[in-house]
């Protein structure tokens, strides 16, 4: 319930802005007259149950202001001081907090410097302002105490939300998604991943363009020449700018579909070369990049950071028993992920849909890993990739709860436990991958001549050689091929074996 000011709240307000050490002084000084335990300290604490549920609530140790003066003035220089706040509506306050913890690690990837972080009980976000008036007036005084000049909520704001929480607050609002796209905004490095944040960029902003002044005057209306032959009222400004927009995301989709046909033509020839496919797929920060170079030693980055790597990355490798491979690196995912992101990344996710194995990559030592797992598997049901076959890869072992590999190890029956820095489970990660990875259907036996050696090299390339023995007729090879190189071979299968 909100009510209309008084002059005396206006003076107050002034007073407040002015002198807010004095203000505090004056409220801590009420606090302490208002209570007393004569009175109130034989009461028990369910009159204050429902002020308590709807309370703002601080969450302790996301602040990351460095104490050393001179540490502080140069980030202060370079970074936005930021408030987070969020709604909690289902779950304990565990999560809440796993919530804005994850949020506050996403603020600090993108270069900021989280002050404070607190949230809300509500049983939904308030429609004009995400956490109601009153909470929203008591979080613009925790800017102001905090100095902050952002507040970053934890959800995605409707275009309302914004506009009204940033008129009581007085500094500029963003929420997740908006986070999340500059954080990819920043790291995208390839021409494919550029246009693809661009694309998501623009349509988060489209419903949400603003106009002041000059922004909502409209242009001259139609006819020759100007002057009394023109007529209508014209476009506003803030229309003008929608349409360009518009035409900007239409050139980008052609674009990025111009780059699905290279990628296309690229998994059509391993198709052709029937080589199988593995696709790396998981949380971001799970350790994706770091055992893509410790299998194939391809050397992406590796940073104690999300969203570090965007651009995907194929890879050769080679199983324990000799048979070839593409190992793929994705994209990483995480909770409330942007669907403009999902569908401007849809390209690129198509690798996991596409594969013949998925690498489903957790952090053993994040403290709500179950979480990762259903926030991941969301999306790839999301990208259509839901009957690939999967391998639950629980990475940091060396850094986990005992307890923790255990009951995610019983949970999922497909796991196995590793470490990508110090290399413990990956020989039996191989192991698993050469058992899971489909194997041709035909085994045949056929002495080839020296001639058609290109049929032994397809065979090793292409199947799986049990032996190999060079006779003076020409190669004995036993095999495992598909149908299309066993009718090759069939000519030159031995009587007696045909």
Not at 78 to 96: F, H, K
Not at 162 to 175: A, M, Q, T, Y
């Amino acid at each position: 319930m909100t009510s209309s000011s008084s002059p005396s709240q206006a003076a107050q307000s002034a007073f407040a802005q002015n002198n807010p050490e004095g203000l505090r002084a004056d409220a801590l000084m009420e606090e302490d007259v208002a209570w007393s335990f004569e009175i109130d300290g034989e009461r028990d604490g369910d009159q204050f149950d429902r002020s308590e549920r709807a309370a703002l609530r601080r969450v302790a140790g996301l602040s990351t202001e460095l104490e050393d003066v001179t540490e502080v003035e140069y980030r202060q220089l370079r970074l936005e001081r930021v408030v987070l706040v969020g709604v909690w509506t289902t779950g304990t306050a565990r999560d809440a907090e796993n919530s804005l913890a994850e949020l506050a690690a996403l603020a600090e990837t993108a270069g900021a410097l989280v002050l404070d972080a607190v949230f809300q009980r509500r049983d939904k976000p308030d429609a004009a302002t995400y956490i109601g008036s009153g909470k929203a007036e008591e979080l613009r005084d925790i800017v102001l105490e905090s100095g902050a000049d952002t507040v970053i909520c934890d959800g995605e704001l409707s275009p309302g939300q914004l506009i009204h929480l940033e008129d009581v607050v007085k500094v500029k609002v963003i929420d997740r998604t908006a986070l999340i796209l500059d954080i990819f905004a920043q790291h995208a490095k390839s021409r494919e991943g550029k246009a693809q944040v661009a694309l998501a960029q623009m349509q988060y902003m489209l419903p949400r363009l603003r106009g002041w002044g000059q922004s909502l005057s409209r242009q001259m209306g139609g006819g020759k020449g100007g002057g009394l032959a023109t007529r209508g009222p014209g476009e506003t400004k803030i229309e003008t700018d929608r349409r360009r927009i518009r035409e900007k995301m239409a050139k980008m989709r052609r674009e990025i579909a111009d780059m699905k046909t290279g990628r296309e033509i690229k998994r059509q020839e391993r198709r052709r070369n029937k080589v199988p496919s593995v696709a790396i797929a998981g949380y971001t920060n799970a350790g994706k990049s770091s055992l893509l170079n410790r299998l194939t030693g391809a050397g992406v980055l590796v940073e104690n950071a999300l969203f570090a790597t965007l651009d995907p990355t194929v890879r050769r490798a080679e199983t324990p028993s000799g048979r070839l491979y593409t190992l793929a690196d994705t994209v990483g995912f995480v909770r409330h992920l942007p669907h403009h992101l999902v569908e401007a990344f849809r390209s690129t996710m198509e690798e996991v849909g596409d594969s013949d194995l998925i690498l489903h990559v957790v952090d053993g030592s994040h403290p709500a890993p179950e979480e990762q797992l259903a926030a991941v598997r969301e999306v790839i049901r999301d990208v259509g990739a839901t009957n690939v076959p999967e391998i639950v890869v629980i990475n940091k072992a060396d850094a986990a709860d005992p307890l923790t590999l255990q009951r995610l190890l019983r949970i999922e029956t497909r796991s196995i436990a590793i470490s990508a820095r110090s290399g413990q489970g990956i020989d039996e990660l191989l192991a698993l991958i050469d058992n899971e990875l489909p194997r041709p259907s035909v085994e045949i036996e056929a002495l080839v001549p020296y001639t058609h050696g290109k049929l032994v090299a397809r065979a090793h390339t292409e199947g799986e050689v049990i032996s190999e023995e060079h006779t003076p007729e020409g190669t004995l090879l036993k095999a495992r091929v598909h149908e299309e190189l066993a009718a090759d071979l069939a000519p030159y299968v031995p009587a007696a074996t045909a």
